[in-house]
């Protein structure tokens, strides 16, 4: 709503105060009432605080504000001290053999340039339209010529090759002619600098078979793209849209943002009992509460989880 324009900052904070009073009335609620087992609860509000207050906070995003009342600047840091309140109440409330586990699936920073990908295949001969002498593309790939185009993008950072076979009007061989697009489109990406600050707006370009494992592995994205820091996949991108320019400032209030290349946002794992894992990674999640609530090593092992539990 408040990246709509449809309420401002004070009015948006309203609610998300009466939000937070409300998951907290549940959270103690569900507090008294537990005996066993695994309770599990989420708290929304660090993540749209963020999303929305972090030009407050970069001098560099185009709608830093310095004169900014001190209230907004601090936002970001105000709640998390409000989840520190609520974390210590919790702890409060644990029995010896509890154990507690507090998450986050991943990081924060700052959003300045929004990247529109499929104005980039276009640009490089690799997407075209249905009209040849058209810049721009409607949402949905509608105006997408599939009998010319080799790739299209979708979502925050999804590139597709148009394959023979699976997509219903692919063009590309599977073998030596999809491996050398994918090959171009990486080279190109990762070497793509933005004109306005001299930085690459792409950190590294991330295969499938790297990302993705399993039986339906054939439908994910061919590639993933990791943006630096300050870049993502713009709105129109994620619907599948053509604008004429390649990059642009963001201006919306949707400031902050997580969809960079995973090492540059990892996010906040803390326990009340000692991790013993060195590299501890969220798929670690299921197999540790399993392991907490009774499984065997051998049975949590059979499932053939990608992660292992975080105590011994």
Do not use: C
Request: aromatic share 10%; charged share 30%.
């Amino acid at each position: 709503s408040l990246n709509e324009k449809r309420l401002d900052e004070k009015r948006f904070l309203e609610q998300a105060e009466d939000v937070l009073q409300e998951h907290e009335k549940m959270l103690a609620l569900e507090l008294q009432r537990f005996q066993k087992g695994v309770l599990y609860f989420y708290f929304e509000d660090p993540d749209i605080i963020q999303h929305m207050f972090w030009r407050y906070i970069d001098p560099k995003h185009p709608l830093y504000e310095p004169d900014a009342p001190p209230e907004y600047k601090n936002m970001i840091s105000t709640w998390y001290e409000k989840m520190d309140e609520i974390l210590g109440r919790v702890m409060a409330q644990l029995g010896p053999e509890d154990t507690l586990l507090v998450l986050s699936d991943h990081g924060f920073d700052t959003y300045r340039r929004t990247v529109h990908l499929n104005s980039w295949l276009r640009d490089q001969g690799l997407l075209e339209l249905k009209d040849a002498g058209a810049m721009e593309g409607e949402p949905l790939l509608k105006s997408i010529d599939w009998s010319k185009t080799k790739a299209y993008a979708l979502g925050f950072g999804s590139i597709y090759i148009n394959e023979i076979g699976r997509e219903s009007q692919g063009i590309v061989k599977v073998g030596a002619d999809k491996e050398q697009l994918k090959g171009q489109i990486v080279k190109g990406l990762e070497s793509w600098v933005d004109r306005k600050f001299g930085e690459q707006v792409v950190n590294k370009v991330h295969q499938r078979q790297d990302v993705y494992r399993g039986q339906m592995t054939q439908h994910a994205p061919d590639l993933i793209v990791g943006f630096n820091i300050g870049y993502g996949a713009s709105w129109q991108t994620a619907l599948g849209a053509v604008p004429q320019e390649l990059i642009e400032d963001n201006l919306r209030k949707w400031s902050g943002s997580h969809l960079f290349d995973a090492k540059f946002v990892e996010g906040v794992l803390f326990s009340n009992r000692s991790i013993e894992k060195t590299d501890p990674s969220i798929m670690d999640l299921t197999p540790t509460i399993l392991h907490l609530v009774g499984f065997s090593d051998e049975e949590i092992r059979s499932f053939d989880f990608d992660g292992q539990s975080l105590f011994k």
